[in-house]
C-alpha cells in the first residue's frame, strides 16, 4: 500500500514562504509520478504542481513563477516550495501518486488520482 505523509504546512503572512515536503516510501518514487494539489473551502480539489518519473514539471498558471516542485530521491522526500504566498493559496494541500500523465496535462483530474496524503493545512493571512 502506497503511504504519502505530508508536513511543512502553517501560517504565514502575505508574500512570505513555505515549503511542503511528503515523505513516501523508495518505491513510490521509482514507481509513479507525483503531484501536489490543494482544496480551499468550498472550493474543489485543484492540482498544483506535478512532477513526472524524468523529473519533468508542470504547474497550474495560478502558481507559475512561484511555486517550485522537487524530488530529494536520496530521502524519498518530495517537496512544494511556495514563494510570494497569497490569501487566495489558502488551502488543505495533498500529496499526490500515481495519477493520469503529465505530458498531456491530464495529471490534474482528481478523478485520476491513485493514491492521496492526508493534507497540511496552508493558511495566508495577515
Known amino acids: 500500500e502506497v503511504q504519502l505523509v505530508e508536513s511543512g504546512g502553517g501560517l504565514v503572512q502575505p508574500g512570505g514562504s513555505l515549503r511542503l515536503s511528503c515523505a513516501a516510501a523508495?518505491?513510490?518514487?521509482?514507481?509513479?509520478?507525483m503531484a501536489w494539489f490543494r482544496q480551499a473551502p468550498g472550493k474543489e480539489r485543484e492540482g498544483v504542481a506535478a512532477?513526472?518519473?524524468?523529473?519533468?514539471?508542470t504547474y497550474a498558471e495560478s502558481v507559475k513563477g512561484r511555486f517550485t516542485i522537487s524530488k530529494d530521491n536520496a530521502n524519498n522526500l518530495l517537496y512544494l516550495q511556495m514563494n510570494s504566498l497569497r490569501p487566495e493559496d489558502t488551502a488543505m494541500y495533498y500529496c499526490?501518486?500515481?495519477?493520469?500523465?503529465?505530458?498531456?496535462?491530464?495529471?490534474?483530474?482528481?478523478?485520476?488520482?491513485?493514491?492521496w496524503g492526508q493534507g497540511t493545512q496552508v493558511t495566508v493571512s495577515s
Open positions: 499526490a501518486a500515481d495519477m493520469l500523465p503529465v505530458y498531456d496535462g491530464r495529471w490534474s483530474k482528481v478523478r485520476g488520482v491513485n493514491y
Open positions: 512532477i513526472d518519473l524524468d523529473g519533468r514539471t
Open positions: 523508495r518505491s513510490t518514487f521509482d514507481d509513479y509520478p
